[in-house]
């Protein structure tokens, strides 16, 4: 039987419970393909194609989203998948997938960035925050980044970031409030959870939108819904799937990505790529909240 490396996780833990070893390759079911991936995060070449499978051959360049994929192949359903032309490299498409689609559609169908608008971005040197920083620049907003450190601060700033708060410096409230003439902001973007959650309902506006996308640092804890009655607020905890669930959101929204690349709207920013076999210590570093941007595994 034919095998592959992969990292595969045999029981819940910490990252020792990465563990490297060879596992069966996987052959394409009907209407699959199987991707050779050239770096995870995730972008490769189709390497075999099921039965049934009628936009994809072996040799097409791909980029898709989807589970089991620290390996040297993966198995995809063809609807999930997207060619990439021949300008954009693997590591770019495997940077930009999962991280510029998820700001993209943040800023575009979970808060519509309008011009003029002020937004709160959480972890603006992040790799979504990066991108969020260029994008909400490139809508038009005043953008407001969040960070941990100076180091962090000057890459927000140089990814479109109007103001930067270190909040182990600064009074994140007391600044936006500074910034916005005591308003607040009509966007706040929180992929941090539970440190961020009572900071992002403070600085977000009368009619404000908060937009609550993940949990770096923890749950947001369960809240009563007349909080939100205090400012008519919106508050939303979208995920990427839920955009992406059909065929055509899929070619939709990668379709304006790629066009963003194109553009020069946005840029990737790779923080650092590693072989498969140190996914252990791409998981450690990521956790360390040293990283900024994109990590990248190369099988
Ligand atoms: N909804 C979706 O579909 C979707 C899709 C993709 C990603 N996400 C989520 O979006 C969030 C950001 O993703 P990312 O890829 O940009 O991650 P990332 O690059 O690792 O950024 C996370 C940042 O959060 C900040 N942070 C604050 N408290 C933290 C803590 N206790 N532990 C770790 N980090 C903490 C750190 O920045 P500072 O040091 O500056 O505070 C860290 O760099 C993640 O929670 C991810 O799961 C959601």
Not at 150 to 161: D, Q, S, V, W, Y
Request: net charge negative.
């Amino acid at each position: 039987m034919a095998t592959m490396k992969a990292i595969v996780v045999e029981e819940t833990g910490g990252v020792d419970k990465l563990i490297y070893k060879d596992i069966p390759l996987p052959e394409p079911k009907e209407g699959h393909v199987v991707i050779k991936n050239h770096f995870v995060g995730i972008a490769g070449e189709i390497s075999a194609v099921g039965p049934g499978v009628e936009n994809f051959k072996v040799g097409d360049r791909v980029v898709y989203i989807g589970g089991s994929t620290y390996s040297e192949y993966s198995e995809a359903k063809e609807a999930t998948v997207e060619k990439i032309t021949n300008d954009i490299s693997y590591e770019t498409a495997a940077a930009i997938g999962i991280q510029a689609l998820t700001a993209w559609t943040l800023v575009r169908e979970s808060y519509p960035v309008k011009k003029g608008d002020y937004i709160l971005i959480h972890a603006a040197a992040g790799g979504v925050g990066l991108l969020l920083c260029q994008m909400c620049r490139y809508l038009g907003a005043t953008v407001i980044g969040t960070v941990s450190s100076a180091e962090k601060a000057t890459l927000a700033r140089e990814n479109g970031a109007d103001y930067v708060i270190n909040y182990t410096e600064e009074d994140v409230v007391a600044k936006v409030n500074e910034i916005t003439n005591g308003l607040g902001c009509h966007g706040v973007l929180d992929g941090v959870g539970k440190s961020t959650w009572e900071i992002s309902l403070q600085c977000a506006r009368r009619l404000g939108s908060v937009i609550s996308f993940g949990n770096a640092s923890g749950v947001v804890p369960p809240i009563s819904i007349s909080i939100l009655a205090q400012k008519n607020l919106k508050i939303m905890r979208p995920t990427l799937f839920n955009y992406m669930a059909t065929r055509e959101e899929s070619q939709k929204w990668w379709g304006e990505v790629f066009e963003l690349l194109s553009k020069n709207v946005i840029k990737t920013h790779i923080y650092k790529i590693y072989e498969l076999v140190d996914a252990q210590q791409a998981h450690i570093d990521i956790e360390s909240r040293k990283t900024t941007g994109k990590l990248l595994l190369k099988p």
